[in-house]
């Protein structure tokens, strides 16, 4: 458990200390973090966590040079809050001499007060030389990727042509899109309510029901979210309606539904549908459970490994299958930052493994001339296109329906959506029909 903290520096070196040290992610943390704060102080700390993990490698690389010794392993919390320290006098606009006292100041909330002088000593000693020491980051390749190794690696190996472009993408900031619920209002209509609220939004070109907005805002602060008439997701995630070629009286299963954005946009798209939808975590479960609530909307929920058909399935084949499938989040890195840190190389085999077995279990429910939609949030060919390739080689009676409007870049085994293609997640799309 992150401990309660009333200072947002404090707090943000906690959270950090739990997800570099402890690998929890940042889901997690979050909640926790922020339950230990004011809620005027709840911004200011989520925006020094994600900016400091998306400069950590030089953020580092600086700290490493400061201290004339590491600290020690129970002293990574004031690891972390040197290298908040050096996030806001390198990349936020906040006067310097503010941002150096109120980080000394977080060592008392921290209960370490004897590192007062030496974290006062390290950020005085980098705004002093502040030129010399940049120059000398910039020269080292996690300096200027902000990535670790191995991941600079396997995106290079796997995108050799937009590995740069990708990773540049990475440490960006990811705008908002809103999904506005079709069967609460049109599209138009919210974006008037948006325009008469002061806040500037435009409609997306290839989402029927997606809005980009152009601040970033509380959710609580969108009109009428409470009443289901709007939801936060990604375009790429939006995207995947398109493929599903939904009609009335299609028998659906969402395999991996939570928390749940498809499922909602399926049944906002196509209420009338008779749809099963599965998560193998109840308590993610739960959140699919609230989401439908919100939004007015009606499916089955069960908590089930979609892998053991026998365990749940009532024998009727299905129109439609949806495998959001577990993955690296390789594509979500500008969203989830921590997914740097919590990934090794061996997950990629792993989950591939998995979704491989979801394929393969799920693929006998499919009606004859039915569809099923597998997508994932990563960028890395042996979760998509290479899954695909294996897929089709097992099952002689699947093969690739091409989209009208093609949701990403085409490979020869599906569609890929790489971070930041316009604005959106990186994202993967195959369509397979049952003969
Ligand atoms: C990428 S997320 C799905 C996101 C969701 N479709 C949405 O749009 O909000 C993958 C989900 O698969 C679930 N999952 C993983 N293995 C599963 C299995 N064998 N059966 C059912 N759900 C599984 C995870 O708990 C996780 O919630």
Not at 34 to 54: D, E, K, V
Not at 161 to 172: M, R, T, V
Not at 403 to 425: I, M, S, V, W
């Amino acid at each position: 458990m992150v401990k309660k903290h009333s200072d947002p520096r404090a707090a943000a070196a906690l959270a950090l200390t739990a997800v570099i040290k402890h690998h929890r992610s940042l889901n997690a943390v979050l909640p926790e973090t922020a339950s230990s704060l004011a809620a005027t102080q709840q911004a200011l700390c989520q925006q020094l966590i994600y900016g400091t993990l998306r400069h950590y490698y030089s953020l580092s690389g600086l700290a490493e040079k400061l201290l004339q010794k590491p600290l020690k392993a129970k002293d990574q919390d004031l690891h972390q809050l040197l290298l908040i320290g050096l996030y806001q006098l390198r990349e936020m606009r906040k006067p310097v001499h503010a941002s150096i006292s109120e980080t000394v100041n977080a060592t008392k909330a921290l209960t370490k007060p004897w590192a007062k002088g030496l974290i006062n000593a390290c950020l005085r000693e980098y705004q002093r030389h502040r030129d010399t020491f940049d120059q000398a980051l910039t020269q080292t390749p996690t300096g200027l990727h902000e990535h670790p190794d191995w991941l600079v690696t396997q995106v290079r190996h796997d995108w050799p042509e937009d590995w740069q472009s990708i990773l540049e993408a990475n440490n960006q900031h990811a705008p908002m899109f809103l999904r506005v619920n079709l069967q609460r209002c049109s599209r138009q209509q919210y974006l008037d309510l948006l325009h008469q609220d002061n806040r500037q939004a435009e409609p997306l070109a290839n989402c029927a029901a997606g809005i980009r907005l152009s601040q970033p805002c509380d959710v609580r602060l969108l009109p009428n979210f409470d009443a289901g008439w709007v939801s936060v997701q990604d375009g790429a995630a939006q995207q995947v309606i398109e493929l599903l070629d939904l009609h009335v009286g299609h028998v659906v299963l969402d395999a991996c539904a939570a928390p749940g954005g498809k499922t909602a946009h399926m049944l906002e798209h196509q209420p009338e549908i008779d749809l099963l939808a599965l998560d193998i975590e109840s308590t993610r479960l739960q959140r699919v459970d609230d989401s439908l609530k919100r939004l007015g909307l009606t499916a089955k929920t069960l908590t089930a490994d979609a892998a053991s058909p026998e365990a749940w399935w009532h024998g009727n084949a299905f129109d439609r299958i949806l495998i959001d499938a577990p993955c690296t989040g390789s594509g979500v890195i500008r969203r989830h930052p921590d997914i740097k840190f919590l990934r090794k190389p061996a997950d990629i085999p792993s989950l591939a493994a998995q979704q491989a077995y979801l394929l393969d279990k799920l693929w006998p429910l499919l009606k004859r001339g039915g569809r099923m939609v597998y997508t994932t949030c990563s960028i890395f060919t042996a979760e998509n296109a290479h899954q695909i390739e294996a897929f089709l080689a097992r099952h002689p009676d699947a093969s690739l329906i091409k989209a009208d409007q093609p949701p990403g870049r085409e490979t020869p085994f599906g569609y890929q959506r790489l971070p930041g293609d316009d604005a959106f997640d990186g994202f993967f799309y195959a369509c397979l029909q049952r003969s």
